[in-house]
């Protein structure tokens, strides 16, 4: 065989490698493309994420900023499995844009709320699902993304308020995290096993994530070490947060909007206040040491629900109105209300 037959074979070996390349290329291409069966998919999974991110929008908002069953939640974490993270992160983003257009929250604090707790849940599912996912189940998974959804919207009230206060809340939201978590992932681990069923035409790493939910075991034992965890931490944050110093000579509540002090307001003079702050209005009442808010024009009503606080490490929280309501100690001089006192 000479030179120029040599290279003649090298080249149209180089060519078929070239060609295979080309074809894996386009399989890869063509495996990410989204067909008309993506797109009903999409479309049949935003419809029931918005419908039950309308749903909770009608449920009685908790005294805890930022705490939400996440029942959306049930649609990202069967995304996951069923999909992958790119589209479950996708429904997460669509479900706030078009529920808050339908009950007119866009761009509010709400929104925020919602869209930061949504897509912090499904980064953190996803972690857990990759990491751990024949390990943990659906149960497990969705305990940690519960944890994070409300973490996310507590962290929004950090950002929107400046004050880290609003992390007293933190023990409720962990454990407000057990139930919520639980419900959505037998919820999702009864579905995901009708949708192992029933699969026609998934892809292949979905139907082999289907399959662990039916070969895994000890599913049960990863939920409840999740969910006994989530109680234990809540548990220490409560105890570490509920320690009071020495009684603070001269107690006032102390008012701050957008991280400016307002007003200071002693506790040792029953009274009613009002804060009135652009379109929003708060009546204080203060009695026996203690301060509570009786009324806000507020829609989610959060600060009325939390009721008296009389501790330097309690806090009441108005979200829309940025308004952070403390107690600290200090001197007794005379001070200049900017709130309407009668």
């Given at each position: 065989?000479?030179?120029?037959?040599?290279?003649?074979?090298?080249?149209?070996?180089?060519?078929?490698?070239?060609?295979?390349?080309?074809?894996?290329?386009?399989?890869?291409?063509?495996?990410?493309?989204?067909?008309?069966?993506?797109?009903?998919?999409?479309?049949?999974?935003?419809?029931?994420?918005?419908?039950?991110?309308?749903?909770?929008?009608?449920?009685?908002?908790?005294?805890?900023?930022?705490?939400?069953?996440?029942?959306?939640?049930?649609?990202s974490l069967f995304?996951?499995?069923?999909?992958?993270?790119?589209?479950?992160?996708?429904?997460?983003?669509?479900?706030?844009?078009?529920?808050?257009?339908?009950?007119?929250?866009?761009?509010?604090?709400?929104?925020?709320?919602?869209?930061?707790?949504?897509?912090?849940?499904?980064?953190?599912?996803?972690?857990?699902?990759?990491?751990?996912?024949?390990?943990?189940?659906?149960?497990?998974?969705?305990?940690?993304?519960?944890?994070?959804?409300?973490?996310?919207?507590?962290?929004?009230?950090?950002?929107?308020?400046?004050?880290?206060?609003?992390?007293?809340?933190?023990?409720?939201?962990?454990?407000?995290?057990?139930?919520?978590?639980?419900?959505?992932?037998?919820?999702?681990?009864?579905?995901?096993?009708?949708?192992?069923?029933?699969?026609?035409?998934?892809?292949?790493?979905?139907?082999?994530?289907?399959?662990?939910?039916?070969?895994?075991?000890?599913?049960?034992?990863?939920?409840?070490?999740?969910?006994a965890a989530l109680?234990?931490?809540?548990?220490?944050?409560?105890?570490?947060?509920?320690?009071?110093?020495?009684?603070?000579?001269?107690?006032?509540?102390?008012?701050?909007?957008?991280?400016?002090?307002?007003?200071?307001?002693?506790?040792?003079?029953?009274?009613?206040?009002?804060?009135?702050?652009?379109?929003?209005?708060?009546?204080?009442?203060?009695?026996?040491?203690?301060?509570?808010?009786?009324?806000?024009?507020?829609?989610?009503?959060?600060?009325?629900?939390?009721?008296?606080?009389?501790?330097?490490?309690?806090?009441?929280?108005?979200?829309?109105?940025?308004?952070?309501?403390?107690?600290?100690?200090?001197?007794?001089?005379?001070l200049e209300y900017?709130?309407?006192?009668?």
């Amino acid at each position: 065989m000479n030179g120029a037959e040599t290279g003649r074979i090298a080249m149209i070996q180089g060519q078929l490698q070239e060609a295979l390349w080309a074809q894996d290329a386009w399989e890869q291409a063509k495996d990410s493309l989204w067909g008309a069966r993506d797109i009903a998919r999409l479309g049949m999974l935003l419809a029931l994420a918005t419908t039950l991110h309308i749903f909770e929008a009608q449920l009685p908002s908790l005294p805890i900023p930022g705490a939400k069953i996440g029942l959306a939640n049930l649609v990202s974490l069967f995304a996951l499995y069923v999909w992958g993270f790119r589209e479950a992160l996708l429904l997460a983003v669509m479900r706030q844009l078009v529920g808050s257009l339908v009950t007119g929250t866009l761009f509010t604090p709400a929104f925020a709320f919602g869209l930061a707790g949504g897509v912090l849940s499904v980064a953190v599912m996803a972690l857990f699902l990759q990491v751990g996912g024949k390990l943990l189940g659906p149960v497990a998974i969705s305990l940690a993304g519960a944890t994070a959804h409300n973490i996310g919207q507590l962290m929004v009230a950090w950002a929107l308020l400046g004050q880290p206060q609003v992390f007293y809340y933190l023990p409720y939201l962990l454990w407000f995290a057990v139930p919520s978590g639980a419900l959505v992932g037998v919820t999702a681990t009864k579905l995901l096993s009708l949708a192992g069923k029933i699969a026609v035409g998934a892809p292949e790493k979905a139907l082999a994530k289907l399959r662990w939910l039916e070969q895994a075991q000890g599913h049960r034992r990863a939920a409840w070490v999740t969910a006994a965890a989530l109680a234990a931490m809540g548990l220490v944050i409560a105890l570490a947060f509920s320690w009071q110093p020495a009684a603070v000579a001269h107690p006032q509540a102390k008012v701050t909007v957008g991280g400016e002090v307002y007003t200071l307001l002693p506790l040792d003079q029953p009274g009613r206040h009002e804060v009135a702050v652009g379109g929003e209005r708060l009546i204080l009442e203060v009695e026996h040491g203690r301060v509570r808010v009786i009324e806000s024009t507020c829609p989610d009503q959060i600060c009325v629900g939390t009721g008296w606080i009389e501790h330097t490490r309690e806090a009441i929280v108005c979200v829309p109105a940025q308004v952070l309501i403390t107690v600290v100690g200090g001197a007794p001089p005379e001070l200049e209300y900017d709130a309407l006192v009668y």
